[in-house]
């Protein structure tokens, strides 16, 4: 019972650079999520897909975008990273927008240099 | 604009004593509130939650209280254990779609370190 797995787990960008970030959840939720944690700031999230084929912006968007691929997959992507970008990234899921019962993946780790 | 606050950084307490985590928040439209445990490396996991409806729920050595007035929820943990020793986030949203405020996403606090000495 793997639940919401991410990749990679750690990755050092350069200033730039693009990469996107995995998420995969296997319990067959509708709803995904994408936070970032910050120190001092908590969990502040990125973008949201409510079902699969919808997205919408969260708290801190600028500088993201996000692939619902179908229902397991919901990536992240930085076009162009800075090193504001610097941060732990969680992608979490639920059953639906009005069920409470997030599930996290263990995060990935990113360095902008 | 930080809707939901968690004031006290960090907070340390002896074995078998009583922890207390505050968290405060200010959109009224806030009707469902959480509290998440985060270990070093990992994800954070829910821990319990609360409805408006309620001023209190337990379970086991954890009891959330909510006050509706002062838009102030705590976590205790009664008795303290060092495996309690983690981050805790609380966290808050509108379980109805009612002007669509934060329905379906969870506000989180900036998180309470816990240490727990044995």
């Known amino acids: 019972n793997a639940g919401v797995t991410q990749t990679p787990k750690f990755q050092v960008l350069k200033t730039g650079q693009s990469m996107t970030l995995q998420c995969a959840q296997d319990?067959?939720?509708?709803?995904m999520y994408w936070y970032r944690q910050d120190p001092g700031m908590g969990l502040r999230l990125i973008y949201y897909?409510?079902?699969?084929?919808?997205?919408d912006k969260g708290e801190v968007p600028n500088g993201y975008n996000v692939s619902r691929l179908n229902k397991r997959e919901f990536s992240l992507r930085l076009e162009s990273a800075a090193p504001s970008q610097t941060s732990v990234y969680f992608c979490a899921s639920s059953p639906s927008p009005g069920v409470w019962g997030y599930t996290f993946g263990s995060g990935t780790r990113l360095t902008v240099v | 604009d930080q809707q939901v606050k968690q004031n006290s950084p960090s907070l340390s307490v002896q074995e078998g004593r009583i922890s207390i985590l505050n968290c405060d928040y200010t959109n009224s439209m806030f009707d469902y509130f959480l509290w998440y445990k985060k270990y070093p490396a990992e994800g954070p996991t829910f821990l319990i939650s609360?409805?408006?409806?309620?001023d209190k729920n337990e379970d086991g050595r954890f009891t959330v209280f909510l006050n509706k007035s002062a838009k102030h929820l705590s976590l205790h943990i009664v008795p303290s254990q060092p495996g309690d020793s983690a981050v805790y986030f609380c966290a808050a949203s509108a379980i109805s779609n009612a002007g669509g405020t934060s329905y379906g996403k969870l506000t989180f606090g900036q998180g309470t370190i816990l240490t727990v000495h044995p």
């Open positions: 319990m067959n939720h509708n709803s």
């Open positions: 897909s409510a079902s699969e084929g919808t997205t």
């Open positions: 609360i409805s408006s409806i309620k």
